[in-house]
């Protein structure tokens, strides 16, 4: 059970780590992708503005203060604009602030792109400009484009320039959405991992109290024999000559059941370590069931209970299987139906094919077991009428029946007996 534990959580925890670096992998190359692509929108905007503006002042012979002011408006451009070297005189052209900008914006144009704007161009029809970016005196990022137009009459020198602030903060905007998204995607991821821990965990848990309640079990079980001998012991010591041979045989009863009980419990922690093995080998399971018939026609003698073995008509093939675990379970089965049913009883012990299988079965005609206790009757320690069962029945026969029922890749089932009574089938593979 560990190591399927062990695998699932391993194997769990691997697509947990790969979905959250394909996860965070995929939102670093979205954030990348996005801020390229803005990037590059926002350049091709400023762009055709910034040509929009050249071919307007190229074509109109008057410059409208109006335009210059409504095209700054719209674009979000502070837009500088000179006439033969001498600023062209509207609203807050070279003023404050805007005037600080612009002259950044010239001297980027100077040292970077070698562009003077102070200079008239050197083509009469050709204009020289200038597009690029720099960081202004407050460390904010801007585009820029300068020109030298030449004009029918003297020249003019424009300088546009934009702020990529708007950018970032449209950037800033898309990171906090992708950012919630994957945090999201991770919160599920996590909670998906926490369900998905706790449904591996519960076997172990499961198991946990199943140990402690078989320890708790067991104690008691064997503090019971333990009390008898030792008030058997004690009173040996007292006891007249004509009363020793009775406290004597106490004592050899209580420890033939604790060592029963001891060799039980040293079978259940084999199987629980995966100790038990079986010797698969060819065995006619008509001649064990006649075998373990024969062992117990004494015991059912003496109670007064019909044991009957029923074979079929026609000789089975041999069953691949370990006869001697068989044989065991048979003898649990038996053990059980002989000590429910009551004197002038019958129990049945059958053998026959089972679609591509066997199914041995064993009925009797006692009381039965309820349907609320048919789930239970497998558990350790439990036993479906205490006050009925002998002391000799500690409730494990059935527990070690199943394990060894499991082993062959079988199964062993309860169910009723037509006219009262239970029958117990264990199905055996072909």
């Known amino acids: 059970m560990f190591e399927s534990v062990h695998r699932r959580l391993t194997l769990f925890l691997t697509c947990i780590l790969a979905t959250g670096a394909i996860l965070l992998a995929t939102a670093a190359g979205f954030l990348l992708f996005t801020q390229k692509q803005a990037s590059e929108n926002a350049e091709a905007s400023f762009n055709s503005t910034v040509n929009a503006i050249l071919a307007h002042l190229r074509s109109q012979p008057v410059l409208d203060h109006a335009w210059l002011s409504q095209t700054e408006h719209d674009g979000g451009l502070t837009l500088h604009v000179e006439l033969d070297g001498r600023p062209l005189l509207y609203a ?12 950044e914006a010239k001297a980027a144009a100077l040292s970077g792109q070698g562009l003077d704007l102070s200079l008239p161009p050197t083509s009469n029809i050709q204009t020289q400009e200038a597009r690029y970016v720099f960081t202004g005196r407050d460390g904010g990022r801007y585009r820029a484009a300068a ?3 030449p ?8 300088v546009v320039v934009r702020s990529t602030a708007p950018e970032s903060v449209q950037l800033t905007g898309q990171l ?37 309640e078989f320890v708790h079990a067991a104690s008691h079980e064997l503090r019971s024999p333990l009390a008898v001998i030792q008030a058997s ?31 039980d419990l040293l079978a259940l922690a084999g199987a629980d370590s995966g100790q038990w093995t ?20 004494g015991p059912a003698r003496h109670a007064g209970i019909r044991l009957e073995p029923r074979l079929p008509a026609a000789p089975l093939p041999p069953c691949r299987c370990d006869g ?43 009381p039965g077991i309820p349907d609320g206790e048919k789930a239970h009757i497998f558990d350790r320690f439990y036993r479906a009428d205490p006050s009925r069962s002998k002391r000799e029945h500690y409730g494990l026969g059935l527990c070690i029946a199943r394990e060894i029922a499991g082993l062959h890749r079988g199964s062993l089932t309860v169910g009723d007996r037509p006219g009262g009574g239970a029958v117990f089938t264990l199905a055996l593979p072909g």
């Open 147 to 149: 020109a030298v137009i």
């Open 92 to 103: 807050g052209n070279g003023d404050g602030e805007r005037g600080g900008l612009i002259a």
């Open 324 to 366: 001697e675990r068989v044989a065991q379970v048979l003898s649990i089965l038996l053990d059980n139906a002989l000590a429910y049913t009551p004197a002038g009883g019958r129990v049945t012990v059958g053998v026959d094919r089972g679609g591509r299988g066997f199914l041995l079965t064993v009925s009797d005609t006692g």
């Open 278 to 297: 079986i010797r698969p080998a060819q065995v006619e399971l008509e001649t064990l069931v006649l075998n373990v018939c024969e062992g117990f026609e």
């Open 176 to 212: 906090a959405l992708l950012g919630s998204v994957t945090l999201g995607g991770l919160c599920l991821l996590a909670l998906f991992a926490w369900f998905f821990t706790r449904r591996a965990l519960r076997p172990i848990e499961e198991n946990q109290r199943k140990q402690l």
């Open 233 to 263: 012991l004690s009173a040996l010591k007292t006891a007249e000559p004509g009363e020793r041979e009775h406290f004597i045989a106490l004592a050899d009863g209580e420890c033939t059941r604790m060592s029963r009980l001891v060799g």
């Open 151 to 158: 004009l029918s009459s003297g020249w003019a020198g424009v």
